[in-house]
């Protein structure tokens, strides 16, 4: 159940026959297809979020109607041909979203975006940013949950589950989806809902892209006219205080409002700690329960009244694209502040051991980001999860979750491998030291998680049983595991 991947660096395109047939079946048959050298495949081909995950496909279709999407696929199935699905590109592993010599589908024109008549419900397609997203529902003070960094994509986010502002009101992003059209590995196109393929709509809320290809999420939005938002940034000096703050949220917080992402964030000879303040009103600052935070005193805050469009925007400037990038996930979970405590300050001082051997192998200058991060998950979030219906994810609202992600950018395809080995080194040090002390979970997050770990296993053996049965119902043949080898297969 790892993540079907390429190594880095292990790439050396060989043209396979089944490959270009794709290419060549679906050229005939569809005129959304593009070849290397055209502008369309120049554009296509390039736009991800990491370096890592550039390939060289054999051709792009880009569908401009979930019916051609369904046609090509049928193609593809008949040719015995292999493809890669990609969406807004943000997962940064290799692999996961595009393929050598393949066929590699785009969702770019996949682009719904329509209230219905009494706004609850926005219909939405694949082929948006978050960003996209925020811009057009600002004008009716409406939002919905979604990514915090405006450029993430859509479709990879709530298929992921989907750790958005609105955790701790509504749960997970996907929880909100009350609609999937999707195309089935035969072409059919179903919409999955409630009281429609209730078992499959169950499945796409954390079970990735094992069971179809989504063309439209129908998701329930809330209103929003200005939010609370922004960092709030302390000195090294108060790293301590500022973990035991991230302890004291993650076990006391009872305000729904809220989100938090605390980080610490080193450089080749200090650090600082940062931490994204969410609170979900126009006209309160200062909320108490940001008091572990915001009785540090602050070297520097961005904290004021903004659109949710103007916050995600502000946190997307933060990191760079088109660099290499990756992303790790962990868990800790516990009851009490003094476990959690414990566990964040393991995670700290475990990470912080292991810098100076990553510093040892790159220049700083080739460093552009190096962060670890915390993001709670409690019983207010998994309540609100469970109302709306539930998703695979598996978590228990009787446990405190603080999902960890390690963050790596740097410049230079040279380092990949070397951060590739400093990142799975760290994670296990971590893992180890945090299941030394009965706090470790196996929950790893799919949208922060890296190639080489595990998610469904996280989810428990009992969901990871009905995510097998709903792919075998809908997909006999397996073909998102074989023909679509990329992205975290259940299988
Ligand atoms: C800078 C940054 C910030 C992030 N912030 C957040 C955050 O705030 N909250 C959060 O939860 N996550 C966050 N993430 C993680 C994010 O959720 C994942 O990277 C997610 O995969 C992004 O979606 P995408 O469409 O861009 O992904 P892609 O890389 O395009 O797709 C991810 C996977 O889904 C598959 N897929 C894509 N579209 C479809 C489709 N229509 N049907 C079926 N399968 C499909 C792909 O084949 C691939 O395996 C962040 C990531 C980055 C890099
Ligand atoms: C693309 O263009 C380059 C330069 O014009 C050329 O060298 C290359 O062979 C072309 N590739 C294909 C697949 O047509
Ligand atoms: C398809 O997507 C591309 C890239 O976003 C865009 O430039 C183009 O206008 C879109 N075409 C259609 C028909 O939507
Ligand atoms: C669920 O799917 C059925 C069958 O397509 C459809 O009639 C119904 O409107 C859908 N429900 C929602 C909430 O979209
Ligand atoms: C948690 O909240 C209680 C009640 O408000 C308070 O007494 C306690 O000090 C808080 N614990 C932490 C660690 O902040
Ligand atoms: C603050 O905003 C909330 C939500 O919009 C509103 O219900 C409340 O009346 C406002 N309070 C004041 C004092 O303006
Ligand atoms: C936490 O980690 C940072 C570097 O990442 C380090 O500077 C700091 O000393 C660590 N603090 C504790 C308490 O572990
Ligand atoms: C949830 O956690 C509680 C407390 O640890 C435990 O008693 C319970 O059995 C768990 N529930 C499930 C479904 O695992
Ligand atoms: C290191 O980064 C610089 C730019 O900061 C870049 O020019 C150089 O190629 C990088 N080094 C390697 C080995 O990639
Ligand atoms: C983690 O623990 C396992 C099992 O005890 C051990 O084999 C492994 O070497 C440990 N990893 C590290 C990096 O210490
Ligand atoms: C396509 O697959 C679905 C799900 O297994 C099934 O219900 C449907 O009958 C199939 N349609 C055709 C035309 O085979």
Redesign the pocket.
Known sequence: MRVHTLLPLAGLASASASATKGCNVIKGALEQVYLPNSSVYEYEAQNFWSNTELMSPGCVFRPQTSAQLARGLEKLVAAEAKFAVRGGGHMGIRGSNNIDDGVLIVMSNLTTLELSADQSVLHLGPGFRWQQVYDFLEPYELAVPGGRLGPVGVPGLLLAGGISYYGNQVGFACDSVINYEVVLANGTIVEANATSHADLFWALKGGSSNFGLVTRFDIETLPSTKVWAGTWTVAEEYIPDFLAAT??FA??NTDPKTHIVPAVVPSADSAVGSVILFYDSPNVSYPDAFK?FTDIPAEANTMAFKTVAEMAREMGEVVTSHINDIFVAGTIKATT?DDLLQGVNIINATFAAQLPKLYAQIPTANISIIELDWQPIGAQWIDASNARGGNALGLNASEIYLCYAEVVEWIGSAYDEVVGAWVVETTELINNATDAVGLYDPFNYMGDAAWFQDIYGGYGAENVAKLQEIASAYDPEGVFQTLMPGGYKIF
């Open positions: 302890a004291a076990a006391n572990p502040y």
